[in-house]
């Protein structure tokens, strides 16, 4: 079993930013890439961005390119999402979650809600 714990979320007016961390312990040698999601009220989940602990590949959402970063390293457990240039429509509840198997995200944490006031 992986536990994902997630910090960092908060109210900040747009242009802002925010570092979200998740930090994951318990069977982490299994995990292979680690991402973070978000779900707007009324809205299904999306993800964010990823990140693959083997090369560090990394990829983004269109609707975040340019604005949020991810990073992070295996040897310390732990992603990061640094999101610079908050707009409203970034208000979420954010998730981070770890992948063990092609098939999916296996691992989530409980959430962070991250509110952009205009």
């Known amino acids: 079993q992986v536990q994902l714990v997630e910090s960092g979320g908060g109210l900040v007016q747009a242009g802002g930013s925010l570092r979200l961390s998740c930090a994951a312990s318990?069977?982490?040698?299994?995990?292979?890439?680690m991402g973070w999601f978000r779900q707007a009220p009324g809205k299904g989940r999306e993800i964010v961005a990823s990140i693959t602990w083997s090369g560090l590949t990394t990829f983004y959402a269109d609707s975040v390119k340019g604005r949020f970063t991810i990073s992070g390293a295996s040897s310390k457990n732990t992603v990061y999402l640094q999101m610079n240039s908050l707009k409203t429509e970034d208000t979420a509840a954010y998730y981070c979650?770890?992948?063990?198997?092609?098939?999916?995200?296996?691992?989530w944490g409980q959430g962070t809600q991250v509110t952009v006031s205009s």
């Open positions: 318990g069977r982490t040698f299994n995990i292979r890439a």
């Open positions: 979650a770890a992948r063990i198997s092609s098939n999916g995200y296996q691992y």
